[in-house]
């Protein structure tokens, strides 16, 4: 198994595929936060907000990236929303914020708002399981409101958001103890819960310490799958990337190669029914090449490469050939733009 080393000191890029935002006057922030995936957010007369909500804390669930990509363009405040934990019952899975998430963040200019869910549905198909969970309005507004007159850059605002985790924590754990009565729906220990907690909120280097480790496991589990959506030719391998805040992040590439110095990085997207993936799809895949095209000091064993960014596009297909429709065409061309303008590249196959 390879292993590559890399740092990245900022970030420069510039969206392409931005989709148009919704956009929404403060008195439907509600209504926003339930039912977009990223809108446009009228704060007062001089000032609009990008937001981004998540559905949950893990990365992998829902195309966070994608929704995030989305407000990249907006020249002013870029705000995305996350759950510090989901408990979906003792039926479903329960996820945890993770460090890096807020520093991946950070590096992209992103403000944090750390949130829980205060209200959700009993699920109708599992006994256990509940769904539709919804975000503490009022705690979001508050901290909007907050915002609003906070001058430093997004560093300074998500490290206050990490030092107030355990307060968001334990109410998430009231809330979700709450949601259980209300119910009938068993959630999962809040011992572990609490033992979580305890970890995350002694200090940021035990949270960055713990999460690392979970993003550890997660890199050398990923490590052994293909997962649906990928189709992959070539070996995968483990990157870990360093910044100047501290942070870690513990990724993999689908497929890499060297060349001499360059040293491809291969991020794959695969679709079995259609000729293009999904457009979600392909931006959670732009997120990494906005990683690996501002990478420097990229190491193998100690050698250093040149790295060559590359998103993947590929297909099955069966008959004689493959037919674009006019949107996916419009895709695949915005999509090479935009490898064009930030320097990766683009395999379609």
Avoid at 211 to 224: D, W
Avoid at 229 to 235: Q, S, T, W, Y
Avoid at 261 to 288: F, M, Q, R, W, Y
Wanted: with cysteine; proline share 3%.
């Amino acid at each position: 198994m390879i292993n590559i080393h890399a740092f990245i000191r900022a970030i420069q890029y510039k969206p392409q595929m931005c989709r148009s935002l919704p956009v929404f006057s403060r008195t439907q922030f509600q209504e926003a936060l339930n039912t977009s995936t990223s809108f446009l957010l009228e704060w007062n007369n001089t000032t609009k907000y990008a937001i981004s909500p998540w559905v949950s804390p893990k990365r992998t669930r829902s195309y966070p990236y994608a929704r995030v990509y989305d407000t990249l363009g907006h020249q002013g405040k870029r705000i995305t929303i996350i759950p510090v934990i989901k408990d979906e019952g003792i039926q479903g899975d329960r996820d945890f914020v993770q460090w890096d998430t807020i520093a991946l963040m950070t590096l992209l200019n992103v403000h944090v708002i750390l949130s829980y869910y205060s209200d959700a549905q009993k699920s109708s198909r599992y006994e256990g399981k509940i769904t539709a969970q919804k975000f503490d309005f009022q705690q979001v507004l508050q901290q909007m409101s907050d915002l609003e007159t906070f001058q430093s850059d997004a560093f300074h605002w998500n490290q206050l958001q990490v030092q107030n985790i355990e307060n968001l924590l334990i109410k998430a754990l009231d809330s979700h103890r709450d949601l259980s009565g209300r119910l009938g729906v068993r959630m999962h220990s809040e011992q572990t819960a609490y033992s979580r907690i305890k970890k995350i909120s002694s200090a940021n280097d035990a949270f960055m310490h713990s999460s690392r480790t979970a993003a550890e496991q997660a890199q050398a589990r990923e490590i052994q799958t293909v997962q649906p959506k990928e189709r992959v030719m070539g070996k995968k391998a483990k990157i870990t990337i360093k910044n100047y805040l501290g942070g870690e992040y513990f990724l993999t590439c689908d497929e890499f190669s060297i060349e001499g110095n360059e040293l491809s990085l291969v991020e794959c997207k695969h679709t079995k029914k259609n000729g293009l993936p999904a457009e979600e799809d392909i931006k959670d895949g732009i997120v990494k090449m906005i990683l690996f095209s501002n990478l420097t000091d990229v190491k193998v064993s100690g050698l250093s490469y040149k790295p060559i960014p590359t998103l993947k596009l590929t297909h099955s297909t069966s008959g004689q050939g493959l037919s674009l429709s006019p949107h996916q065409a419009s895709l695949l061309e915005q999509v090479r733009r935009e490898a064009e303008i930030n320097g990766f590249r683009i395999i379609f196959s």
